[in-house]
């Protein structure tokens, strides 16, 4: 029988470096990953694309997919709702990939709650003052906005510790391979796992059976 592939959640602060993490892992391993495209209802941004950043939807199409059940999950993030397709998803673990979630932290637990075999892992940054400083480098963001995101991360840190492991971005180079061994070393134990269990279940069988 061919193992499915994992599904693989990746979660982190704002300005973290979870988007390149993912991007790499992408560019690096395309045979091993598949990135799930989520549906939003945030404007576009300038330089995002319809079915490449996001599927951009109203909140009326978004809430006619709640109701016919089209999501994994979904959350609302800064008034706007956000959720991951499931047919694309689950077509994809089908084939074998490993599908990431770059989702944030209620949708995480869902996913966990639904899939207990799931992988969620919580990219961290060295220390906060490093984070903080990254944001106001990039430049993009006024005073007020990075300070906002901080007081979210507050709140998100309280949701680091449901997930397996949080992998440090203090050099992007070796966060984006630990990230993948991990991934990886998860896919092999689960695959022993399950060899082991499937033995295990036929040999009880035949136990029984000569009882
Ligand atoms: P942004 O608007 O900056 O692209 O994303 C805001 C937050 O929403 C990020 O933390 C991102 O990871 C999260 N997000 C993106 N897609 C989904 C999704 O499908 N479900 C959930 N729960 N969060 C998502």
């Known amino acids: 029988m061919q193992n499915k592939g994992l ?45 490449v950043h996001y599927f951009y939807r109203t909140r009326e199409a978004f809430e006619n997919m709640i109701a016919s059940d089209s999501l994994l999950e979904f959350a609302e993030y800064n008034g706007n709702y956000y959720g991951t397709p499931k047919d694309y998803v689950l077509s994809e673990m089908e084939s074998g990939k490993n599908v990431i979630l770059e989702i944030e932290v209620q949708g995480a637990l869902k996913i966990r709650q639904k899939f207990p075999e799931a992988f969620l892992i919580f990219i961290l940054p060295p220390d906060a003052r490093s984070l903080y400083e990254r ?25 680091a510790p449901y997930y397996h492991v949080c992998p440090v971005n ?42």
């Open 170 to 211: 203090d050099d992007l180079e070796k966060c984006i391979e630990e990230t993948h061994s991990l991934i990886i070393n998860k896919q092999k134990e689960m695959e022993e796992r399950r060899r082991l269990l499937s033995s295990i279940t036929e040999e009880l069988a035949l136990i029984v059976e000569n009882k």
């Open 135 to 159: 944001l106001i480098k990039r430049g993009t963001e006024t005073e007020d906005v990075i300070r906002n995101r901080m007081k979210r991360a507050l709140v998100e840190a309280e949701y």
């Open 7 to 51: 599904l693989i959640v990746i979660s982190g602060f704002s300005g973290v470096g979870k988007g390149t993490v993912v991007s790499e892992l992408l560019k690096r391993y395309p045979d091993l990953y598949s990135l799930s495209i989520s549906t939003t209802t945030r404007a576009m941004r300038p330089g995002e694309e319809e079915g």
